[in-house]
């Protein structure tokens, strides 16, 4: 795995990222984070390419180095109201809002998405294993997701979202047919595979 880039010359650089997207149930959530120039770390990537021990220990080193990180979720209520793109737009926006420096620039990762208060911006399609604040943030997004997911896993433990996290997997989606969805579930998502049909 090769050393991370910085992604521009600016020195209030903002990286911005989210996770949960494709979640059948919890929040979208998104982090931004503003790196010193001096930070270096030879194992900081996309989340998803770590483990459970490898984020965590990331995220005590951002928390404890980045000149300012926040992390802000969307909740399925918004996301069936605006779709899950806005959403995401919506939750990278408000944790730049929360952000105690004002960055100069803002690297997004994926292709999408919509200037905010003007501060120029560039999308960088799987940013967040190639510039350091991008993955940064996708480190905070998934730890801060990945924790309320597991505290609402004790109030519905039948879906077993302290494993799966709300992604679609067999066992969420069985959980669904035997149980029905909870208030934490998206329900413009389709949340049970269509019922099979015989022409008669």
Same mark, same amino acid.
């Given at each position: 795995?090769?050393?991370?880039? *910085?992604?521009?010359?600016? %020195?209030?650089?903002?990286?911005?990222?989210?996770?949960?997207?494709?979640?059948?149930?919890?929040?979208?959530?998104?982090?931004?984070?503003?790196?010193?120039?001096?930070?270096?770390?030879?194992?900081?990537?996309?989340? +998803?390419?770590?483990?459970?021990?490898? !984020?965590?220990?990331?995220?005590?080193?951002?928390?404890?180095?980045?000149?300012?990180y926040a992390f802000s979720h969307v909740?399925?209520?918004?996301?069936?109201?605006?779709?899950?793109?806005?959403?995401?737009?919506?939750? #990278?926006?408000?944790?730049?809002?929360?952000? %105690?420096?004002?960055? &100069?620039?803002?690297?997004?990762?994926?292709? *999408?998405?919509? %200037?905010? +208060?003007?501060?120029?911006?560039?999308?960088?399609?799987?940013?967040?294993? +190639?510039?350091?604040?991008?993955?940064?943030?996708?480190?905070?997004?998934?730890? &801060? *997701?990945?924790?309320? #997911?597991?505290?609402?896993?004790? &109030?519905?433990?039948?879906?077993?979202?302290?494993?799966?996290?709300?992604?679609?997997?067999?066992?969420?989606?069985?959980?669904?047919?035997s149980f029905g969805p909870t208030p934490?579930? !998206?329900?413009?998502?389709?949340?049970?595979?269509?019922?099979?049909?015989?022409?008669?």
């Amino acid at each position: 795995m090769g050393l991370l880039l *910085r992604f521009s010359k600016f %020195t209030l650089d903002c990286g911005t990222d989210e996770a949960g997207r494709g979640c059948l149930a919890g929040p979208v959530t998104a982090a931004a984070v503003i790196l010193p120039a001096e930070f270096s770390s030879d194992i900081l990537n996309d989340s +998803k390419q770590l483990n459970k021990n490898q !984020r965590n220990q990331l995220k005590l080193e951002i928390e404890l180095n980045a000149l300012a990180y926040a992390f802000s979720h969307v909740w399925p209520e918004t996301i069936d109201q605006i779709n899950i793109l806005n959403a995401s737009i919506l939750a #990278m926006h408000q944790a730049i809002e929360k952000l %105690t420096v004002t960055p &100069e620039f803002i690297s997004v990762d994926g292709n *999408r998405f919509k %200037t905010f +208060k003007n501060i120029p911006h560039e999308t960088i399609v799987k940013g967040d294993g +190639k510039y350091l604040n991008i993955a940064a943030a996708s480190i905070i997004a998934k730890t &801060e *997701r990945d924790s309320y #997911m597991e505290k609402i896993h004790e &109030e519905y433990p039948h879906y077993n979202w302290i494993q799966n996290k709300g992604y679609p997997t067999k066992e969420h989606r069985n959980a669904l047919i035997s149980f029905g969805p909870t208030p934490y579930h !998206r329900q413009s998502f389709r949340l049970k595979p269509e019922q099979l049909k015989l022409d008669l």
